[in-house]
């Protein structure tokens, strides 16, 4: 027998011990009639969309420097940046308000947590989303003007996004911490890792990351969940400027960096992020250059239609947690880094990291499928970044937003899980979908750009 | 049709565009009548080999320092080792008369290279196969006295292994080279680059080896040929520690480290000795515990027959060339690395290492296949390194002479391939199979212990 879409017929036979092939298949999304046909109709779209494509995939993204957030953003005291699109501390889950309580701290803006929160719920500090300011952060991603971010330049077409150093494990304030060691950490981080980081960058020339994450897909990363090989390389890189720039706190750099396998992380999200940002406001383009998520709100962004943002309510992420954590400890999906998938990498690049399955569930042939799915709805592959296993095929990139409507296929994302009451940290990890929603009302939103582009082009109409 | 065992018929019904499944067959090695059926009926061999194997995969190697040879080995001046099984210079090959002359000039032994082959030729030094000294060395594997090694100990059975330090790529002695940079590098190494790291291991206390080789199998090595990951895991791992012990060296020291990526096979290969000796001189066991080459001969050596090497010509590897090179230029097999197809790596976990293709040649589904078949005369799979690929299956390990010559399916080595003029170089990389006379000749030698064991327990023969 053959078996479509829904597993419940499958599993019906599975019960009867009836052999069966189960053909991948599901219906499109549900948007407005004539909506898609309208967007594939806009004879701009395949021209945009290679232009997109091409800007995404070709991006040279170089570390080029450290910087405090203040001075490189030109974030004045009082604003703070968030992952995902815009929200109010109303709206804001537990680790996102757990991390705004802790950078009001940090920044001496409030002396105890209980001051600090009224003071957020009262407006005395502006929330703005980072990807506003070329910016990402992992899960809460508050960045406050105090702070170190990365500086990621593109060679190939000269934009610039940051990413703030990553905190490590345990007790951090991406996941909402903000306890007196939290706090003692980011204090070392702005007083030795940034300084120090950054006269290495200055000593050492900016460091390849195209190079640098081509190499890793070949060690077993997919640069979202696993960054294991890309945090050596760097380290591998960066340690003998470390020396060099800062002998006196070199050994603990080096330590404080070997310690955490997801260090590279930020900087592969502002490499991420540089990447899709080259490939914005291009008119008639329907390719997503933005996906991200507050914790409550998950938002898209797409190349022809500018700034706005497309959301649904974040979901809940399916997958392994630690220790005694289970999902209702969850909070539903929280952060920027699915900058990675929307540059091809993350859940879009499980096929070349086998071992990510045993962090975020599932086995292998279910990361291969994953990745050969994400062929459905891009656009490009990969030109530098290659998958082995597939014969050095090129990662999946360029998500379509008409390709994912016409499919029903969802981009495949793997994520960090946040535990949903403040400071309790990473509970676990897994696999979660984007609201549908979110790509519906972009398409239909696509569909009156198209409208209204055709008749500004037919001046009898 | 069905095609069986030697491509010919095959290519042929290619030629003739006939479509033909080829089916993996080949005649059991040509052993003497009787000989193979003895081995297999010795009624101690199966537990022998339980025993071997199980010492073989339970070995927990840890790099616990770095020593002088001359102090480590008690290697007297005058007395140098090399790789494979025993030689004299008469036989020896380009590089292995090379590093011999390196060698010589780096002890102060001779002053110019034609002084050195003349006092070689004459046998004013002792040459000894590193194997007869608990060491292995890559490629010529020429180990002097003065020269730093890397001590590895099995934290679960008490042996220890030794390994000379990776000199990098380019004119390097262990290819034949003996020119002034080779020397200057040697002397570099002997005066800084080994006691900073014997001060950065007594520091830092012993490291993880069999940790790190496990860990850097999900990040695409196989331990042989690619080292990329175990080399930056062992950078990172050891990078405070060698600030802490030598500030004054430690960029220097991280940045020669960088500058190759195979830095980590020198104590990958003592871990795969000091791994495969603990399965030796069991008796009745036909496993395999040393595979290793002098550039003219490959040489066997069997757990239940002692310290004898059973030897065949050395083989042309069949690879990939660097630059302008071909096969021509290609010396025989040569060095001791393949103890890490002994132990179950290398051309054995090419599962796990996809990307090695680019380098030996082939495509991914050889680099599978290369492994699975591995399994067919293997007696273990290894329970902490495992295959991501193959859903964390463990590697394939402990050849059996026995299972080689009934299925007639030899060893798959990947290994370097040094230029056959002394001071060339690398000039490739590629697979290599031993020759089938050194399994049959140790299976001859299996089938006359187990005769000699059943009389000595019968007493009425």
Chains 1, 2 share one sequence.
């Not at 219906?27 to 046909?37: K, R």
């Not at 060691?181 to 050492?204: C, Q």
């Not at 399916?318 to 993350?346: F, H, K, M, Q, V």
Request: aromatic share 4%; with cysteine.
């Amino acid at each position: 027998m053959i078996t479509v879409g829904a597993g419940l017929l499958g599993e019906a036979l599975d019960a009867q011990a009836v052999a069966h092939v189960a053909v991948d298949w599901r219906p499109p999304l549900p948007v407005e009639p004539g909506a898609l046909a309208r967007v594939l109709a806009d004879p701009r779209r395949a021209a945009a969309n290679g232009v997109a494509a091409g800007r995404m995939v070709s991006a040279r993204p170089v570390l080029a420097g450290v910087r405090r957030a203040g001075e490189a953003l030109g974030l004045p005291r009082g604003v703070f940046l968030h992952a995902g699109p815009p929200i109010e501390w109303e709206r804001a889950s537990g680790p996102m308000r757990g991390a705004l309580v802790g950078a009001m701290l940090l920044e001496g803006l409030a002396t105890e947590p209980h001051e600090a929160e009224r003071a957020l719920a009262s407006g005395a500090v502006t929330l703005e989303p980072c990807h506003h300011h070329a910016a990402v952060g992992p899960m809460a991603g508050v960045v406050s003007p105090s702070m170190w971010m990365l500086e990621v330049r593109d060679a190939e077409h000269g934009g610039t996004a940051y990413c703030s150093l990553n905190e490590g494990l345990g007790k951090v304030l991406r996941y909402g911490a903000y306890g007196p060691e939290v706090l003692t950490r980011l204090r070392w981080m702005g007083e030795v890792l940034g300084p120090v980081l950054a006269a290495t960058l200055a000593a050492s020339g900016p460091l390849d990351l195209r190079a640098l994450t081509a190499q890793a897909l070949q060690m077993g990363d997919e640069l979202h969940n696993r960054n294991r090989a890309a945090t050596s390389l760097m380290v591998r890189e960066l340690a003998p400027a470390i020396v060099t720039a800062a002998p006196e706190h070199a050994a603990d750099v080096l330590r404080f960096i070997n310690g955490n396998d997801h260090f590279y992380l930020n900087a592969g999200m502002a490499a991420c992020k540089v990447s899709a940002d080259a490939a914005r406001n291009i008119p008639g383009s329907t390719m997503v250059v933005a996906m991200a998520r507050n914790g409550t709100d998950f938002g898209v962004q797409v190349s022809g239609l500018g700034d706005r943002w497309f959301t649904g309510p974040a979901g809940l992420p399916d997958g392994l947690y630690l220790g005694a954590y289970g999902p209702r400890d969850a909070n539903p999906d929280i952060g920027d880094s699915t900058i990675t998938e929307t540059a091809g990498l993350g859940g879009f690049a499980m096929a070349a990291a086998p071992a990510i399955v045993r962090f975020v569930g599932g086995d292998v042939p279910d990361a291969m499928a994953a990745t050969r799915s994400m062929y459905e709805i891009t656009l490009a592959e990969h030109p530098a970044y290659q998958i082995p296993a597939l014969g050095f095929r090129g990662t999946p990139a360029g998500i379509d937003v008409a390709l994912v409507a016409r499919t029903g296929l969802l981009p495949v994302v793997n994520t960090g899980i946040a535990g949903r009451v403040a400071g309790v940290g990473q509970v676990g990890a897994g696999l979660v979908s984007p609201p549908a929603s979110a790509f519906t009302s972009a398409l239909a939103a696509l569909a009156e750009a198209a409208g209204e582009a055709g008749q500004a082009k037919d001046p009898n109409m």
